[in-house]
C-alpha cells in the first residue's frame, strides 16, 4: 500500500471512529428538525396583547380600528391630551394615536402622529395608515359623488393558474422551493468546507505543535501528507452526507406515503364539505409532493457530492497551508477572512441573485468561479441548468484546485517546520517563491 493511501486511510479512520463524528452524524438531522419544530412552535405563540389609546378629534376614525389577539384598541377622544401622553410616558398604555379634526386636508394628513415609548413595527404603522386611507378615500368617493358600492363591485379579484408547456398544472411558489432546497445544499457545502477545513488546519497544528510533524515528513513527502490529510477528512464528509441523504429520502418516502393512506382512511368518515376541502387540499400536496420528486434529484445528488470534494479540496488547500505556516489557532486569524469571504459571497449571491434570475448572467458568471461555484451552481441546479455549465463549472473548479494545491504545496513543506515565528503575507509569498 502506498504512503498516500496509508496516510488517507489513517486520517479517515480516526475521524470516523471520533465519537462526536459519530454522535452528529445522527444527531444534526434531530437537531435540524427540533430547531425546525420550535421555530413553528414560537410563530404560533400569541403575543402580549397591546392596548392602544386612540385620541380621535374628529370622531370619524376609531370604529375603523378592528382589535385583534395582539392589539387592542380603546377610544380616550374625550381625555386630555396630555394626560394620555403622560400615561403612555408611564407606560400604562403601548401607544397613543392622535387623529385630529379633519377640517383641512393637506393639515390633517400631516397633523396624525403615534407615540410610545418603544418603536413600533412597520406592519403596525402600516395597518393603520392603510385603515385610515381607506376610511377618507371613501369619504373623498362621496364627496366626488362616486357610487362606493359600484367602484367595489367593479374591482376585479384575477387569480392566475400557473401550467407547463406541455399542458400539465403547475403550482405557485416552486421557485422558493427549489431556491429553498438548493440554498440548503449550497449552505451544506459552505458548512462542510468551513468545518472539514478547520479540521485539517487544527489537525496540521497539532501535529506540527507536538513535533510528531517531524517524524513523520522523515518518511513521506510534505506534498503526500497535505494531500493525504485533505482526501481522508473529505471521505469521512462524503460518508456523513451520504448517511443524511438515505435518511432524508427514507423519511421523504415514509411521510409521502403515510400522508395518502391518512387521507384515504379519514376521507370516508367527513361529511362531503370536509370531504371536497380534504380531498382539494390533499391533491395540492400530492402535486407538491410530485413536483419535488421531478425535481433533478440525481443531478442535484451527483452534483453535491463533486461540488463538495471539489469545493473541499479547494479551500482544505489553503486551510493545510495556514495550519503549516502557523504555531497556533490565532495565529491563523488574519487568514482566515480572505478565504471565507468568497463562501460568504457565493451565499449571498445566490439567495439575492439567482432567486430572482437563475439563469441571469450575474448568477451564471459566479457559478463558474471557482471560489463561488460549489455554492452558485448547487442554487442553480434545481431550476434546471445546461449539462455543459456544469461540467465547465467542474472542469474549472478541479483545474483551480490543482493550481491552489500546487501553490500551496509549497508554502506547506516550507512552513511545516517553522516554529517561534508568526508569519505574514510578505513571508508567505517568500516560501512560494522557494
Known amino acids: 500500500m502506498s504512503k498516500l493511501s496509508l496516510i488517507i486511510k489513517r486520517e479517515f479512520v480516526a475521524k470516523v471512529r471520533n465519537k462526536s463524528f459519530i454522535v452528529m452524524t445522527f444527531l444534526s438531522p434531530l437537531l435540524f428538525v427540533g430547531i425546525a419544530v420550535f421555530v413553528g412552535y414560537l410563530s404560533t405563540m400569541k403575543a402580549d396583547l397591546k392596548t392602544i389609546v386612540v385620541h380621535d378629534q374628529s370622531g370619524k376614525f376609531f370604529n375603523e380600528f378592528k382589535s385583534d389577539e395582539e392589539y387592542k384598541y380603546v377610544d380616550f377622544s374625550e381625555v386630555n391630551l396630555q394626560v394620555l401622553k403622560d400615561s403612555i410616558v408611564s407606560e400604562a398604555y403601548e401607544g397613543l394615536l392622535v387623529i385630529p379634526k379633519n377640517e383641512n386636508s393637506a393639515t390633517f394628513q400631516k397633523g396624525i402622529q403615534y407615540i410610545s415609548n418603544d418603536s413600533p413595527s412597520v406592519m403596525f404603522i402600516s395597518d393603520i395608515e392603510e385603515t385610515i386611507n381607506h376610511k377618507l378615500t371613501q369619504e373623498n368617493f362621496q364627496k366626488a359623488g362616486l357610487d362606493t358600492l359600484a367602484i367595489k363591485k367593479a374591482k376585479s379579484d ?22 429553498g432546497i438548493g440554498g440548503a445544499f449550497g449552505y451544506l457545502i459552505m458548512m462542510f468546507i468551513v468545518i472539514y477545513g478547520n479540521m485539517v488546519m487544527r489537525s496540521v ?97 451527483i452534483s453535491f457530492i463533486f461540488y463538495f470534494i471539489g469545493g473541499y479540496f479547494l479551500y482544505s488547500s489553503f486551510y493545510a497551508s495556514i495550519g503549516a505556516a502557523v504555531d497556533n489557532e490565532t495565529d491563523s486569524q488574519q487568514f482566515l477572512l480572505p478565504i471565507i ?4 459571497l457565493g451565499v449571498y449571491i445566490g439567495f439575492f441573485t439567482v432567486m ?79
Open 158 to 179: 384575477i387569480e392566475i393558474k400557473l401550467s407547463k408547456a406541455s399542458g400539465e398544472a403547475s403550482l405557485k411558489g416552486l421557485n422558493e422551493i427549489k431556491i
Open 205 to 301: 497544528i497539532e501535529e506540527k505543535v507536538s513535533r510528531i510533524i517531524e517524524v513523520i515528513i522523515s518518511s513521506v513527502k510534505p506534498f503526500q501528507l497535505m494531500m493525504g490529510k485533505i482526501i481522508g477528512t473529505s471521505l469521512a464528509g462524503i460518508l456523513q452526507f451520504m448517511i443524511w441523504a438515505i435518511l432524508g429520502l427514507t423519511a421523504m418516502f415514509i411521510l409521502s406515503t403515510v400522508f395518502g393512506i391518512q387521507m384515504g382512511a379519514t376521507s370516508g368518515m367527513e361529511d362531503q364539505a370536509m370531504k371536497a376541502a380534504q380531498s382539494e387540499m390533499g391533491g395540492t400536496i400530492q402535486m407538491y409532493i410530485q413536483e419535488l420528486w421531478n425535481l433533478p434529484i440525481a443531478t442535484i445528488l
Open 356 to 434: 430572482n434570475d437563475p439563469h441571469g448572467t450575474v448568477a451564471t458568471v459566479f457559478s463558474m468561479i471557482p471560489l463561488t461555484s460549489p455554492i452558485v451552481m448547487m442554487m442553480r441546479i434545481p431550476f434546471g441548468v445546461p449539462l455543459w455549465q456544469i461540467l465547465v463549472s467542474l472542469v474549472l473548479l478541479f483545474a483551480t484546485f490543482f493550481l491552489v494545491v500546487w501553490f500551496a504545496a509549497k508554502i506547506y513543506r516550507v512552513g511545516i517546520l517553522m516554529y517561534g515565528k508568526k508569519p505574514t503575507w510578505k513571508e508567505l509569498y517568500k516560501w512560494s517563491k522557494y
Open 341 to 344: 469571504m468568497p463562501l460568504i
